[in-house]
């Protein structure tokens, strides 16, 4: 088929679509988790609607300043949990642009 990858670009137009994809990734600016936010505790092995639900309790950063793990309460205690695998369910209120109340 191409044998050289300059062959490809000169059909393709020369864009790099996979590079542009992954700088915009790192460009966005994401949600950060919140005390009082309500979380998604990501389990393995099991399906989303199985994930047990909870609260952020507290945020404990690392040495660079990133949260990088919270307290969360659950039904069943609290532990600590990696930021990485909560999935945030309900934003706070002032994120919330449909609600008139959310506003004040």
Known sequence: ????????????GGDDHDDATAKMKWKTQKLEPNIGDI?????????????????I??????????????????????LVRSIRKLQLIEPP???????AWARE
Do not use: H
């Open 1 to 12: 088929m191409f044998s050289k990858k300059s062959e490809i670009q000169k059909i393709d």
């Open 39 to 55: 979380v998604l505790q990501c389990e393995d092995g099991q399906t989303r609607s199985n994930w047990p639900m909870g609260r």
């Open 57 to 78: 309790l507290e945020l404990y950063p690392s040495s660079d300043g990133m949260k990088r793990s919270a307290l969360v309460k659950t039904v069943a205690g609290t």
């Open 93 to 99: 209120a002032t994120y919330c642009e449909t609600c």
